[in-house]
């Protein structure tokens, strides 16, 4: 692919309306949401989506999250029974995505879809990421901003390592609060958790007074996000370590791990642990290479509440690589 100069724009009015244009014109720009930075593009043109996939090297054609501003636009796009409804009532905005029944002509490019009959949506809650949509006016199509198969970007500067030279414009809006991908459902009986993410399970559960169907859902099509092998650091990783080992680097969770290299959260908090998980991995994936370490060694997490999405990431990151 052709080096493109990467602006790097400010989250302020400038840096909001260059966005609004380059998106207008067919470009692509990550930018913030509350989970990671997404790699956006106009939802409705898909020389633009298209361009999503070439720059992440994403091997095939996956169906993406449309992100909008509001319920409005959002019922303008999918359709939304009561159950729906009351998800989206209670989580957003926020780090869920909807998977629900695509509206006919609604103008978005068959490749966010992937030909499916329905679409996955959310209202991301980051302040930046809702101006930069309401000033857009329209859908945008994102996954996460690195490249497929690398770990998830929760700062401007990931992004800068993984697509600097490959995207129109970053636009730095700091670090994301919650730092792991939204939760997936698709509403129906029962509801079926595609995805754990930002909103635990339980959560979602005590909204819906009913149990979720916890199963990656056999229709649901193959994505990077369900793949074995993901958020991949370049060195091994080895899971549920308790004790620090001579040729690795050691991201412990808890007080037990006070050797640790780097502590996802030291008071065993989730909510700090999801935050700092990928940025950390990055973190010792950069050091072990300068440090000549063969891998990183994790402590065992918790699998309730957020636990269940960091061990679910970090389940997929020490998966054998293809
Ligand atoms: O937090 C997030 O969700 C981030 C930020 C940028 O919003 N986005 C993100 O997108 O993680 P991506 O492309 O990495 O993940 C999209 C996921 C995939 O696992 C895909 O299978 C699923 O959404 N998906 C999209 N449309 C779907 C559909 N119609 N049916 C089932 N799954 C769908
Ligand atoms: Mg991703």
Redesign the pocket.
């Known amino acids: 692919m052709q080096a493109l100069k990467t602006e790097n724009l400010l989250p302020d009015n400038a840096g909001v309306a260059r966005v609004v244009e380059i998106w207008r014109g067919g470009g692509l720009v990550a930018f913030p949401?509350?989970?990671?930075?997404?790699?956006?593009a106009d939802a409705r043109n898909s020389t633009a989506v298209a361009k999503i996939y070439a720059a992440k090297s994403r091997p095939s054609f996956?169906?993406?999250?449309?992100?909008v501003a509001d319920l409005e636009m959002a019922q303008s796009i999918a359709v939304f029974d009561d159950e729906a409804l009351k998800l989206a009532e209670a989580f957003w905005p926020g780090?869920l995505?909807l998977?629900l029944p695509?509206r006919e002509n609604t103008g978005l490019s068959d490749l966010?879809?992937?030909g499916?009959?329905?679409?996955?949506i959310?209202i991301?809650k980051n302040s930046l990421a809702q101006e930069l949509l309401r000033a857009f006016g329209g859908p945008v199509a994102?996954?996460?901003?690195n490249r497929s198969g690398k770990i998830?970007p929760t700062s401007a500067a990931h992004v800068v390592e993984e697509l600097d030279g490959l995207i129109d414009a970053i636009v730095d809006g700091g670090e994301c609060s919650?730092g792991?991908?939204?939760t997936?459902l698709?509403p129906g009986e029962p509801t079926a958790l595609?995805?754990h993410?930002?909103v635990p399970k339980e959560a979602i559960e005590a909204v819906l007074g009913s149990a979720l169907f916890d199963n990656e859902?056999p229709?649901?099509?193959?994505?990077?996000?369900?793949l074995a092998s993901h958020y991949a650091p370049s060195v091994a990783v080895d899971l549920n370590v308790t004790a620090p080992q001579t040729n690795a680097l050691w991201l412990g969770f808890g007080a037990q791990a006070e050797a640790a290299d780097c502590n996802l959260s030291p008071s065993g908090n989730l909510t700090e642990a999801a935050t700092n998980l990928f940025a950390y991995l990055r973190e010792l994936d950069q050091l072990a290479s300068q440090k000549g370490k063969a891998k990183i060694i994790v402590s065992p997490i918790p699998n309730t509440g957020l636990g269940a999405a960091i061990n679910d990431r970090l389940t997929r990151s020490a998966a054998p690589r293809p």
């Open positions: 949401t509350e989970t990671v930075y997404g790699l956006g996956n169906p993406l999250i449309v992100h780090p995505s998977v695509v966010v879809t992937a499916l009959d329905t679409v996955a959310r991301p994102a996954p996460s901003a998830s919650v792991l991908e939204s997936i698709k595609l995805r993410g930002g859902n229709d649901s099509p193959i994505s990077p996000g369900q």
